[in-house]
């Protein structure tokens, strides 16, 4: 499975995320549409916030405002089978913010790597926002970064 994380900063809720989360990254979206570098659309799964939760869509992965790591040890297969099954659940700002400091998570909303993480069979994926979710993608067996990365 292929990850793409967004470091573009033209929103304003963009912007305070990455500044919350203190890194590069203030979105994530499962690619399920064989990543090419190249390439047009692909079909990409996560909960977006100005979509108003899980969804599943078609994007164009621009290199200024996307990274890409592949991650082997998640199950592509059966995010998107998750994916499919929470179309429309709703977006989980609090659930998001949690990630930095003590509050109760709702398990019924997800935010945009929390859905991706637990589609793909990571467990806690709430505990992550989407710049130490990119730290641990890196971790886990196997994992490369096909497009950029971050910066150490």
């Not at 390439?39 to 599943?56: A, E, I, K, N, Q």
Request: proline residues 5%; aromatic residues 14%; glycine residues 12%.
């Amino acid at each position: 499975m292929k990850i793409a994380f967004y470091k573009g900063r033209t929103r304003l809720f963009n912007r305070f995320v990455s500044w919350w989360t203190s890194g590069p990254y203030s979105h994530a979206e499962a690619v399920f549409d064989g990543f090419r570098e190249l390439s047009g659309p692909v079909l990409c799964g996560s909960s977006s916030f100005l979509d108003g939760g899980v969804r599943l869509k078609m994007i164009e992965l621009q290199p200024d405002h996307w990274d890409v790591i592949e991650v082997p040890s998640l199950d592509g297969s059966r995010a998107l089978d998750w994916f499919h099954a929470h179309l429309g659940a709703k977006y989980d700002v609090i659930g998001l913010l949690s990630t930095s400091c003590p509050i109760r998570q709702d398990g019924r909303r997800y935010f945009c790597n929390e859905a991706i993480g637990t589609a793909g069979g990571l467990r806690d994926a709430w505990r992550f926002n989407p710049n130490s979710f990119a730290r641990i993608c890196e971790l886990l067996p196997g994992s490369k970064w096909v497009r950029g990365g971050p910066v150490a």
